[in-house]
C-alpha cells in the first residue's frame, strides 16, 4: 500500500556529510511513524531513527545522536541528515513505513542505500 524509495547515498570521507532522502507514494495517509534503519556487512538490521506522522516525535539511536537529523517535508519525503560521519556508519541503509491499513498493520520497507564512510 506504500511504496518507498531511497536516494542519497555515496562514499564520502570521514568527518563529512550525506544525506538521505525517501520519497513514499501509495496510501500515505496509513502511515504511523518513518524511520531509517541500517545494516552493515556481518550485522544484523538495526534502528537509527524515526519520525512521527505529524513530525514532532524523534527518535535517534545512541551513537548517532548529534550528528544524525531526520526530518520530514510537506510531500511526505523524509531525509536523514547525517554530519560528521564516522567509518562505523557505513551500511546499507533502509527507509521504514509503518501503519494501519484497514486496521491490519504493516511494515513497508524501501531497497536499500549504501553508504560507505572511508578515505
Known amino acids: 500500500q506504500v511504496q518507498l524509495v531511497e536516494s542519497g547515498g555515496g562514499l564520502v570521507q570521514p568527518g563529512g556529510s550525506l544525506r538521505l532522502s525517501c520519497a513514499t507514494s501509495?496510501?500515505?495517509?496509513?502511515?504511523?511513524?518513518m524511520g531509517w534503519y541500517r545494516q552493515a556487512p556481518g550485522k544484523e538490521r538495526e534502528l537509527v531513527a524515526t519520525i512521527t506522522s505529524g513530525g514532532i516525535t524523534k527518535y535517534y539511536t545512541d551513537s548517532v545522536k548529534g550528528r544524525f537529523t531526520i526530518f520530514r517535508d510537506v510531500k511526505n519525503t523524509v531525509y536523514l541528515q547525517m554530519n560528521s560521519l564516522k567509518p562505523e556508519d557505513t551500511a546499507v541503509y533502509y527507509c521504514?513505513?509503518?501503519?494501519?491499513?484497514?486496521?491490519?498493520?504493516?511494515?513497508?520497507w524501501g531497497r536499500g542505500t549504501q553508504v560507505t564512510v572511508s578515505s
Open positions: 501509495g496510501s500515505i495517509f496509513s502511515i504511523n511513524t
Open positions: 521504514n513505513a509503518h501503519g494501519f491499513f484497514n486496521a491490519i498493520a504493516y511494515d513497508a
